[in-house]
């Protein structure tokens, strides 16, 4: 027998449903790809105000300058670690959350999204009131005794890498745990059944069926970071300097937008390739 023909497009279906999406690709467009098009165009210039024929001189320079090379380096180096840690760290609590009978569940979920209702300047400054020299912790250690002076504890990577971590955990938790819930048990315990130890049952049928929360929480928390300015700023003290920073320093600082348009467009490009390799390497895994 053959197949049925295919069906043609109703003419008006197809109106209606542009007309709904118009005015969502319109707004789109107006507040994402404008303002890009116009950094773009900034970053053409030489200076600015100046002459708009184009020049790729502010991509040179950033590309010969080992002071912004080497902020970009550690500013994806600060996403790739705050990204690892998240997951790492938020895995377990969203098998929880998505597992568990437990009736502190809920009081789990609460203390995960607390962090989201609070503003995130108030956050970091209240790692500022801990990690300070005289902070609470600085001021547990000299009344211990443990101590003769109070420890640097911000003004480091690492000190920043735990306020983000703190801010991001629960885009992490709430992704992965979205997707952990629609799991159907059965296929653990068919594995089970089959003589699957816990962990081999883990790796094998659970990850892999959760990998696109994973990913789905990698790309929020990256995007974030890549982008964070408050914290880095805040808890680094000018002692961890990553592209939002350097961004703003030409461009309030140095007043030099060309250059500024410069990094911001070479950052969104990195960004994306970034994500684009992750996402290949996720697919392959997948088809393991």
């Known amino acids: 027998m053959l197949p049925p023909p295919p069906r043609r497009a109703d003419p008006r279906r197809t109106f209606a449903a ?16 404008w303002p890009f098009l116009v950094m773009l165009g900034m970053s053409l210039r030489e200076r600015f105000p100046g002459p708009i024929g184009p020049s790729f001189a502010k991509y040179a320079e950033f590309l010969t300058d080992p002071y912004l090379l080497n902020v970009a380096l550690r500013t994806f180096s600060l996403a790739a670690t705050v990204t690892l840690l998240c997951a790492v760290l938020g895995y377990p609590i969203a098998w929880f959350l998505a597992r568990s009978r437990s009736r502190w569940a809920h009081l789990v979920f609460l203390g995960t999204i607390f962090p989201l209702l609070v503003s995130i300047v108030v956050r970091t400054m209240g790692w500022t009131i801990l990690l300070g020299n005289e902070g609470l912790v600085n001021a547990a250690l000299l009344g211990l005794g443990l101590v003769t002076e109070p420890l640097r504890l911000m003004q480091g990577f690492w000190s920043v890498v735990l306020g983000m971590v703190h801010v991001l955990m629960p885009f992490m938790v709430l992704s992965i745990a979205a997707v952990l819930g629609r799991i159907d048990v059965a296929y653990a315990e068919a594995a089970a059944t089959l003589g699957a130890t816990p962990l081999r049952n883990f ?4 990850l892999p069926l959760s990998v696109q929360g994973v990913a789905a929480g990698s790309v929020i928390v990256f995007c974030l970071t890549v982008g964070a ?42 960004t994306l390739l970034l994500l684009g390799g992750y996402g290949l390497l996720l697919r392959r895994w997948a088809r393991r």
């Open 18 to 33: 542009a007309a709904l999406l118009a005015p969502g690709v319109l707004l789109l467009a107006l507040i994402l790809v």
């Open 203 to 206: 790796l094998s049928v659970t």
């Open 229 to 270: 300015f408050i914290t880095p700023i805040w808890l680094g003290r000018g002692h961890v300097t990553v592209m939002a920073i350097a961004i703003h320093e030409q461009m309030v600082t140095l007043v030099d937008w060309p250059g500024g348009a410069a990094s911001g467009i070479l950052l969104s490009l990195a």
